[in-house]
């Protein structure tokens, strides 16, 4: 059914075709049934910027809760062709623990927990260096710690929107 809704009506945005599939298989949890929208930025500015930019056109720069998630980011990045990294909303708060931009969550607490997708080729996380206190995914999905002021290698950054325009767009 899910194949035949998304064949039939092409136009359907991803995220009304993965609530009724969901809805219709019973298969649906909260992060399927309502994903949020990602937005490929192709502006080059700092981490602060993207962040002021995202927060002013949709709701932040991108949170990334789960491997599903990140393959989502992903392939939405890839849709644009760009190959090169981006700023996502983790930054290191004011007691020097990494955590999301938007909901101001720590990402770790007392050693690693959570979801991350450290570069670990690079040595990322620079624990360190105090210098790079923001992120940026490489096209591989990989996340390098950046200084926030710079607008290389990164720049580009992902916003999402995580309005509840859903269910208004679908009844």
């Known amino acids: 059914l899910c194949d035949l809704i998304r064949n039939k009506h092409v136009t359907f945005r991803m995220d009304i075709w993965m609530f009724v599939c969901g809805y219709v298989t019973g298969l649906c949890t909260l992060s399927s049934c309502f994903p949020h929208l990602y937005h490929f930025v192709n502006m080059n500015k700092s981490w602060n910027e993207a962040q002021s930019y995202c927060r002013?056109?949709?709701?932040?720069?991108v949170t990334i809760n789960n491997p599903e998630e990140m393959n989502r980011v992903i392939n939405s990045v890839n849709l644009t062709?760009?190959?090169?990294?981006?700023?996502?909303?983790?930054e290191k708060g004011n007691s020097w623990n990494w955590q999301w931009s938007l909901e101001e969550?720590?990402?770790?607490?007392?050693?690693?927990?959570?979801?991350?997708?450290?570069?670990?080729?690079v040595g990322a996380p620079h624990t360190a260096d105090?210098?790079?206190?923001?992120v940026g995914m490489r096209d591989n999905?990989?996340?390098?710690?950046?200084?926030?002021a710079s607008k290389t290698p990164t720049g580009f950054f992902i916003c999402y929107d995580g309005d509840s325009k859903l269910l208004t767009d679908w009844i």
């Open 105 to 121: 969550r720590r990402l770790y607490s007392d050693g690693q927990t959570g979801f991350s997708n450290w570069d670990s080729s």
């Open 130 to 134: 105090g210098n790079t206190n923001c």
């Open 56 to 61: 002013k056109n949709y709701t932040d720069l």
């Open 81 to 90: 062709g760009y190959t090169g990294p981006a700023w996502i909303g983790l």
């Open 141 to 148: 999905g990989k996340w390098n710690d950046i200084p926030c």
